[in-house]
Protein backbone atom coordinates (compact mmCIF):
# COMPACT_ATOMS: atom_id res chain seq x y z
CA UNK A 1 0.00 0.00 0.00
CA UNK A 2 2.58 2.53 1.20
CA UNK A 3 4.55 1.47 -2.60
CA UNK A 4 1.21 2.67 -4.57
CA UNK A 5 1.19 6.12 -2.91
CA UNK A 6 4.82 6.97 -2.39
CA UNK A 7 4.54 6.33 -6.52
CA UNK A 8 1.19 8.19 -7.23
CA UNK A 9 3.21 11.27 -4.57
CA UNK A 10 6.62 10.62 -7.36
CA UNK A 11 4.50 11.07 -9.87
CA UNK A 12 2.36 14.42 -9.17
CA UNK A 13 5.62 16.04 -7.93
CA UNK A 14 7.38 15.05 -11.41
CA UNK A 15 4.42 16.53 -12.99
CA UNK A 16 4.32 19.80 -10.43
CA UNK A 17 8.10 20.11 -11.14
CA UNK A 18 7.30 19.59 -15.21
CA UNK A 19 4.72 22.59 -14.56
CA UNK A 20 6.34 24.82 -12.84
CA UNK A 21 9.82 24.27 -15.26
CA UNK A 22 7.56 25.25 -18.33
CA UNK A 23 5.81 28.24 -16.62
CA UNK A 24 8.44 29.86 -15.65
CA UNK A 25 10.23 29.24 -19.34
CA UNK A 26 7.24 31.31 -20.68
CA UNK A 27 7.55 33.91 -17.94
CA UNK A 28 11.22 34.21 -18.64
CA UNK A 29 11.40 34.19 -22.27
CA UNK A 30 7.88 34.62 -23.82
CA UNK A 31 7.63 37.98 -26.23
CA UNK A 32 5.27 40.40 -24.63
CA UNK A 33 2.52 39.47 -27.32
CA UNK A 34 2.51 36.44 -26.33
CA UNK A 35 1.74 37.67 -22.39
CA UNK A 36 -1.28 39.09 -24.12
CA UNK A 37 -2.69 36.29 -24.95
CA UNK A 38 -3.08 35.39 -21.18
CA UNK A 39 -5.15 38.56 -20.56
CA UNK A 40 -2.26 40.95 -19.44
CA UNK A 41 -3.43 43.63 -21.39
CA UNK A 42 -0.13 46.37 -22.30
CA UNK A 43 2.06 44.61 -19.53
CA UNK A 44 5.78 44.87 -20.03
CA UNK A 45 7.52 44.74 -17.17
CA UNK A 46 10.43 42.12 -17.58
CA UNK A 47 11.73 42.10 -14.03
CA UNK A 48 9.27 40.82 -12.31
CA UNK A 49 8.15 38.70 -15.01
CA UNK A 50 11.91 37.18 -15.21
CA UNK A 51 11.46 37.24 -10.98
CA UNK A 52 8.37 34.71 -10.92
CA UNK A 53 9.82 32.82 -13.82
CA UNK A 54 12.74 32.10 -11.34
CA UNK A 55 10.87 31.20 -8.83
CA UNK A 56 9.37 28.86 -10.06
CA UNK A 57 12.62 27.18 -11.83
CA UNK A 58 13.44 26.82 -7.74
CA UNK A 59 10.00 25.23 -7.10
CA UNK A 60 10.44 22.62 -9.44
CA UNK A 61 13.97 22.31 -8.23
CA UNK A 62 11.77 21.67 -4.70
CA UNK A 63 9.61 19.41 -6.44
CA UNK A 64 11.96 17.13 -7.89
CA UNK A 65 13.93 16.89 -4.67
CA UNK A 66 10.67 15.92 -2.44
CA UNK A 67 9.81 13.31 -5.33
CA UNK A 68 13.04 11.98 -5.28
CA UNK A 69 11.78 9.84 -1.77
CA UNK A 70 8.25 11.09 -0.44
CA UNK A 71 8.51 9.19 2.70
CA UNK A 72 12.05 10.58 3.50
CA UNK A 73 11.20 14.12 2.54
CA UNK A 74 8.39 14.93 3.76
CA UNK A 75 9.32 18.60 5.04
CA UNK A 76 9.40 18.99 1.36
CA UNK A 77 5.91 17.67 0.39
CA UNK A 78 4.43 19.58 3.32
CA UNK A 79 5.98 22.58 2.00
CA UNK A 80 5.14 21.84 -1.53
CA UNK A 81 1.24 21.62 -0.61
CA UNK A 82 2.14 25.02 1.27
CA UNK A 83 3.27 26.81 -1.38
CA UNK A 84 0.80 25.61 -4.05
CA UNK A 85 -2.12 26.82 -1.26
CA UNK A 86 -0.28 30.23 -0.90
CA UNK A 87 -0.30 30.04 -4.84
CA UNK A 88 -4.12 29.78 -4.79
CA UNK A 89 -5.00 32.36 -2.27
CA UNK A 90 -2.74 34.60 -4.24
CA UNK A 91 -4.08 33.84 -7.32
CA UNK A 92 -7.51 34.38 -5.86
CA UNK A 93 -7.19 37.42 -4.28
CA UNK A 94 -4.91 39.27 -7.26
CA UNK A 95 -8.06 37.98 -9.80
CA UNK A 96 -9.84 40.88 -8.76
CA UNK A 97 -7.11 42.99 -9.08
CA UNK A 98 -5.81 42.24 -12.66
CA UNK A 99 -8.55 41.10 -15.42
CA UNK A 100 -6.37 38.65 -17.01
CA UNK A 101 -8.70 35.33 -17.87
CA UNK A 102 -5.42 33.23 -17.02
CA UNK A 103 -5.09 34.57 -12.93
CA UNK A 104 -8.54 32.02 -11.90
CA UNK A 105 -7.28 29.37 -14.05
CA UNK A 106 -3.76 29.02 -12.61
CA UNK A 107 -5.43 29.19 -8.96
CA UNK A 108 -7.79 26.31 -9.80
CA UNK A 109 -5.07 24.11 -11.20
CA UNK A 110 -2.79 25.19 -8.23
CA UNK A 111 -5.45 24.36 -5.74
CA UNK A 112 -5.87 21.15 -7.49
CA UNK A 113 -2.46 20.27 -7.20
CA UNK A 114 -2.28 21.17 -3.57
CA UNK A 115 -5.46 19.39 -2.45
CA UNK A 116 -4.22 15.80 -4.25
CA UNK A 117 -0.63 15.64 -2.79
CA UNK A 118 -2.42 16.62 0.14
CA UNK A 119 -4.75 13.70 -0.25
CA UNK A 120 -2.01 11.26 -1.38
CA UNK A 121 0.53 12.56 1.67
CA UNK A 122 -2.54 11.70 3.46
CA UNK A 123 -2.90 8.22 2.59
CA UNK A 124 1.00 7.45 2.94
CA UNK A 125 1.27 8.53 5.77
CA UNK A 126 -1.50 6.07 7.23
CA UNK A 127 0.72 3.33 5.83
CA UNK A 128 4.33 4.19 6.28
Known sequence: MKEKWTRRITWLLWLMAAHSFIVA???IFAPEAWIAQFGFINYTDCFFRSQAG????VMA???LNAAADPLKNQLLVTFSIQV?????????IYSFLEPAWVLPLSGLGDGLMA???YLFNRQLMKHP
Open 84 to 92: KTIALIFLA
Open 54 to 57: VFHL
Open 61 to 63: LAY
Open 25 to 27: LGL
Open 115 to 117: LLL
